[in-house]
């Protein structure tokens, strides 16, 4: 199975900051790769796919990049409603796998 | 506008059985693989199995291939799972998510999740 480590597992910041989270993956995945948002008690929201490209209907803040085995997720500016938990995911091979999260919070 | 809506979550013991379901509208049902996802907080967002728009091709994490059945209904817009054998380590909130073609492997729409708590 391809491991996702995220780091860190938490960050704290303040609205109109900058912050980077950052995945590796256990083996080459390629661009097979996505990010997610979840607000506590709502299902995960997709954000980025293909490891650089926007959701339609995401803010333009958010920014992926990385290929292979190291990716990041970058939100710029930060809003108060981007205080939430962020996922990555490996979507390359089965069993789909997901990292552990990381809290964005004040 | 695309909604996913689980149900048939609860309480039951290990060795039990529960189905759930999950109903889709929005979007050509039909058309889609769907899938379902567990979260629990000590594991967090784990893929627990996946079938094809016409409902012959599954796949499932070993840690419920052999107890759990994915399978759909495309006249009734429903996907559902069923499941046999339940541990306690099977207990947590089950999402269904489509994906949004064949062969990308990244989920586009999620429901809100049903929870299943599997205790004696």
């Known amino acids: 199975d391809t491991q996702m480590t995220q780091s860190p597992s938490s960050v704290s910041a303040s609205v109109g900051d900058r912050v980077t989270i950052t995945c590796r993956a256990s083996q080459d995945v390629g661009t097979w790769f996505a990010w997610y948002q979840q607000i506590p008690g709502k299902a995960p929201k997709l954000l980025i796919k293909d490891a650089s490209s926007l959701q339609s209907g995401v803010p333009s803040r958010f920014s992926g990049s990385g290929s292979g085995t190291h990716f990041t997720l970058s939100i710029n500016n930060l809003q108060p409603e981007d205080f939430a938990t962020y996922y990555c995911q490996q979507a390359d091979n089965f069993p789909l796998t997901f990292g552990g999260g990381t809290k964005v919070e004040i | 506008e695309v909604q996913l809506e689980e149900s048939g979550g609860g309480l039951v013991q290990p060795g039990g059985s529960l189905r759930l379901s999950c109903a889709a509208s929005?979007?050509?049902?039909?058309?889609?693989?769907m899938y379902w996802v567990r979260q629990t907080p000590e594991k967090g967002l784990v893929w627990v199995s996946r079938?094809?728009?016409?409902?012959?091709?599954?796949k499932y994490a070993d840690s419920v291939n052999g107890r759990f059945t994915i399978s759909r209904d495309n006249a009734k817009n429903t996907l559902y799972l069923q499941m046999t054998n339940l541990r306690v380590e099977d207990t947590g909130l089950y999402y269904c998510?489509?994906?949004?073609?064949?062969?990308?492997?990244?989920?586009?729409?999620w429901g809100q999740g049903t929870l299943v708590t599997v205790s004696s």
């Open positions: 998510a489509r994906v949004p073609a064949r062969g990308r492997y990244y989920f586009d729409y």
């Open positions: 079938l094809n728009p016409e409902g012959d091709l599954t």
């Open positions: 929005g979007f050509t049902f039909s058309n889609y693989w």
